[in-house]
C-alpha cells in the first residue's frame, strides 16, 4: 500500500510511488539506458513503473482512435518498459485533482493511471491530457531497493509536468539539471563512456 514502510536492509523504507527513478550512468541495462522512469506503484511486494522518455513512431489515433483527443504531443505511444509490450497503462493529468473521476487512480498530486475502458468522451472537461505506455517496468520484491543500492538508480521528486513533456528525449538531461551541484554534471556524462 502507499505510504507504509517496508523492511529493506534492516531499516523501514517509505514507498517511491510517484518518484522519479532516473538511470545513472553505471545502468547499463538497453532497456533503461537513460530512462526516466515514474513509479506508479511500489508495495511490499514489488514495484511498477513506466519510462517517460522512450517515445514510439506509433500514433495513438492507430491504436486507440477514441482516446487520440486527449493525448499530449508527441501523441504517440511510449514504451514503458520491456514487461507485457502488449498491454496497455494509460496516465493522465486532471484539470482539478480533487474531484473524484471514475476510473481515475492517483499516483500523485494531478496524475495517475486511467482505465482505459471509460468512455473518453466522458474525461473530455476532466483530463487535461493523456500519455499511453505500451507495457511496463516491473521489479518483484526487494528487486528495486538492490538496484538502488548498487548504484543503478537516482530517486528524486517528480513534478507534475514530467510524464507530459513534449520533448521526451530531452526528460533525462532536464530532470538531472534541475537537481543542481554533482548531479546536474551528471546529465553531460557521454553515452558511449564504459563504466566498471
Known amino acids: 500500500m502507499q505510504g ?19 538511470a545513472t550512468p553505471v545502468l ?14 511500489h508495495e511490499p511486494g514489488g514495484a511498477l513503473g513506466v519510462v517517460l522518455n522512450r517515445a514510439t513512431e506509433v500514433p495513438v489515433a492507430d491504436v486507440l482512435g477514441d482516446w487520440s483527443d ?18 496497455a497503462i494509460c496516465l493522465a493529468r486532471m484539470r482539478h485533482p480533487v474531484t473524484p473521476v471514475k476510473g481515475f487512480h492517483r499516483v500523485s498530486g494531478a496524475v495517475g493511471t486511467i482505465d482505459l475502458s471509460v468512455d473518453p468522451e466522458k474525461l ?40 507530459f513533456v513534449d520533448r521526451p528525449d530531452d526528460l533525462w538531461p532536464m530532470v538531472l539539471r534541475r537537481q543542481g551541484g554533482m548531479m546536474a554534471a551528471v546529465a553531460h556524462f557521454p553515452p558511449d563512456v564504459a563504466l566498471n
Request: glycine letters at 16%; proline letters at 5%.
Open 124 to 163: 473530455r472537461d476532466a483530463v487535461g491530457g493523456i500519455r499511453v505506455f505500451a507495457g511496463y517496468s516491473g521489479w518483484g520484491a526487494g528487486q528495486l531497493e538492490r538496484e538502488i543500492e548498487e548504484g543503478s538508480w537516482f530517486v528524486l521528486d517528480a513534478l507534475p509536468g514530467d510524464a
Open 70 to 87: 486527449l493525448a499530449r504531443e508527441p501523441a504517440v505511444l511510449f514504451e514503458g518498459g520491456p514487461v507485457q509490450p502488449d498491454s
Open 28 to 41: 547499463k541495462d538497453p532497456n533503461f539506458d537513460r530512462t526516466v522512469v515514474l513509479l506508479v506503484a
Open 4 to 22: 507504509e514502510g517496508q523492511a529493506i536492509g534492516g531499516r523501514a523504507m517509505e514507498s517511491m510511488t510517484g518518484r522519479l527513478l532516473v
